[in-house]
């Protein structure tokens, strides 16, 4: 196992008082494996990402447990968690143009990282430099090295962004919306080069995105969120195929289908609840239309619904539904992998 969350919650500070922004996640991240996070803007997912990567406000509340090379991250002080970030684990974010420094040539920037993490020679910095670049398809690498962001296209600086993530070989990369800026072109190669470095390095990919596109194109695993919870999480076929939860099910109808005609995508009336206004129960209850009376005060245990598939929703309970196989409020991991 690469990366383990047990039960992770995450409380941030607004106008003076703490709400809860994650609450009680449970995941699991192998290695040569995509796990796609998914669901609308403030579900979460990116706040998941900066919890797995220590990023988080000064007095920001982590509880649970993050562990990674079966070590427990949430422990690591702040030197600790220096040291792997950036080289056990990498992170990528949407917009490179505001990560890279305009400042310092690209070469410049990738070489950080192993200044920093690494003890190689001056020489040997500039011949991993070249070969970074050369491994994420860019042309003419010694030139390239000596330009600055702002005469790159957007694709290429994303490229400049997985090389400075590459360049010691982490053993997990946290994705953040790495395509939304780039167009769908630039976004296939862009997903195509991730695909073979995870594949060639053995890494596990966490891929944060709201494109079920793009989750269908990299990810085997998919885990859904809603309002901070996960409220699914199955293999990508079987997601695909075979949706359970009723969000998640509103979700493949928002997107457009080779070979279907349809007058109107489906999309899903309503808002996601604001964090310090949660409902008692299932947090999707105001916008579902299979809510049940149930659905409003008792939120919906996690159970399994088949192979590797296991969701939260009340639909699915063993005394309600088609169902089998309740597994009280344990959390999703322990749905699916007992
Ligand atoms: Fe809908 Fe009830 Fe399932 Fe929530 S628990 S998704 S309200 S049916």
Request: aromatic share 4%; proline share 5%; with cysteine.
């Amino acid at each position: 196992m690469l990366l383990e969350l047990n039960d992770v919650s995450l409380e941030l500070k607004r106008d003076g008082k703490y709400v809860r922004i994650l609450d009680q996640i449970s995941f699991q991240v192998n290695k040569g494996e995509t796990v796609g996070i998914v669901g609308e803007s403030g579900c979460g997912k990116s706040m998941t990402a900066l919890s797995i990567m220590k990023l988080l406000p000064e007095k920001a509340k982590l509880s649970g447990s993050v562990k990674f090379n079966n070590d427990e991250v949430t422990k690591f002080s702040r030197r600790e968690m220096e040291k792997v970030r950036g080289n056990k684990m990498s992170m990528i974010f949407q917009d490179p143009l505001t990560s890279l420094n305009p400042l310092h040539t690209v070469g410049r920037q990738i070489e950080e990282t192993l200044v920093l993490h690494t003890k190689l020679t001056k020489e040997q910095r500039r011949e991993r430099v070249i070969q970074l670049l050369k491994e994420v398809g860019l042309p003419r690498a010694e030139e390239l090295a000596m330009e600055f962001p702002h005469q790159l296209s957007g694709g290429m600086r994303q490229r400049i962004m997985i090389a400075i993530a590459m360049a010691c070989n982490p053993s997990l990369l946290v994705c953040d919306e790495p395509t939304t800026a780039l167009d769908v072109t630039v976004q296939a190669q862009i997903l195509e080069l991730m695909n073979h470095l995870k594949k060639v390095n053995d890494m596990g990919i966490i891929m944060i995105t709201h494109d079920l596109g793009v989750v269908a194109e990299v990810c085997d695993r998919v885990v859904v969120m809603y309002a901070g919870k996960i409220i699914e999480e199955a293999d990508v076929k079987e997601l695909f195929l075979n949706p359970k939860h009723p969000y998640t099910k509103g979700l493949l109808e928002s997107i457009p289908k080779l070979g279907v005609r349809k007058e109107k995508l489906g999309s899903i009336p309503g808002m996601v609840p604001s964090p310090d206004k949660m409902p008692a129960g299932c947090r999707f209850y105001e916008r579902c239309s299979s809510a049940m009376d149930i659905c409003k005060g008792a939120v919906p245990p996690i159970q399994s619904v088949g192979e590797n598939h296991a969701t939260a929703c009340w639909l699915y309970d063993g005394k309600r539904g088609e169902q089998n196989g309740t597994t009280g409020s344990k959390g999703l991991k322990t749905a699916l992998h007992h």
